[in-house]
């Protein structure tokens, strides 16, 4: 058997296109979309992240702001420029590339984005409203998985989900965004005593784990759909997922490849985000 594969790339310029739509809807209300981003340093992979960013912005039509500091900042700068745009009425999403330099408390800069601005959804109160199972600005790359599964007629509840990966910005958020939708959810990590044991048994597995090709065919279920969050530089250059893509499509029904997988999805889910922000906006001047 070999697994349908889940086009990023094709279901992102879909939702894309819509966002534009929405984008140019506001425009004429006299309201323009705006994402800043920050960048400190200069972590090469970051200043990619950011121009695909910057550039995805415009092409939706949005207006985007680019902020970069040395790698050696004194961390109250960027806390002032974070208050100048929380400030800023103009301005509907504020985003720090992450890592960020040693002399700087992620946590603490993540909380400094007001929580109407932060369209990354990495704020605490952001994810305790995700918690509560209540609105707020959900991170974006679980969220695009979220997308994914929606588009594929994924039916969740009732699933058994295994999660691999534990990191605030994709492992937590992931499992209690399947939890929500009625998945019996079970997160793996490091200290899984047999990761096999839950990967086998699992109608979708979500490895978002940092290890290139680590979960391999053997370790999967005939028929699960398989999701690789994974960005994994290989020496060669080439990119590759967390998931071994060539022994797992024989085994699963579907998965997403890498490139091309939930990599687009991560940004789109940004400007929805963005966009979203935007649209409170317009509605409390209405
Ligand atoms: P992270 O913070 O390093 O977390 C990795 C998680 O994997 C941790 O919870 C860790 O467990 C777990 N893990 C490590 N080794 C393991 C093992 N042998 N068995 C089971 N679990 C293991 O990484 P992240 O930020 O969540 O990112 C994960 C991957 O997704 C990376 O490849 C990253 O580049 C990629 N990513 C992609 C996108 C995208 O847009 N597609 C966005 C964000 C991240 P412990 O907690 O026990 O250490």
Known sequence: MSARIIDGNALSQKVREDIAQGAAELIKQGVQPCLAVILVGDNPASAVYVRNKVNACEKA????????FPVEVAPDEVFDKIAELNADPSVHGILVQLPLPR??????????????????????ENFGLLLQGR???????????????????????????????????????????????????TVCHSKTRDLHFHTRRADLVVAAIGKPRFLTGDMIKPGAVVIDVGINRLPDG????????ESAREVAGAITPVPGGVGPMTITMLLANTLESARRVAAAKA
């Open 238 to 245: 080439k990119l590759c997922g967390d998931v071994d893509f």
């Open 61 to 68: 039509g949005f207006r985007s702001l680019k902020f970069t």
């Open 135 to 185: 609105k707020s600005f959900y991170p974006c790359t679980p969220w695009g998985v979220m997308k994914m599964l929606e588009a594929e007629n994924v039916q969740l509840s009732g699933m058994e989900a295994v999660v691999i990966g534990r990191s605030n910005i994709v492992g937590k958020p992931m499992a209690v965004m399947l939890l929500s939708q009625g998945a019996t959810v």
């Open 103 to 124: 002399q700087f408390d992620e946590n603490k800069v993540l909380e400094a984005i007001s929580p109407e601005k932060d369209v990354d959804g990495f704020h605490a």
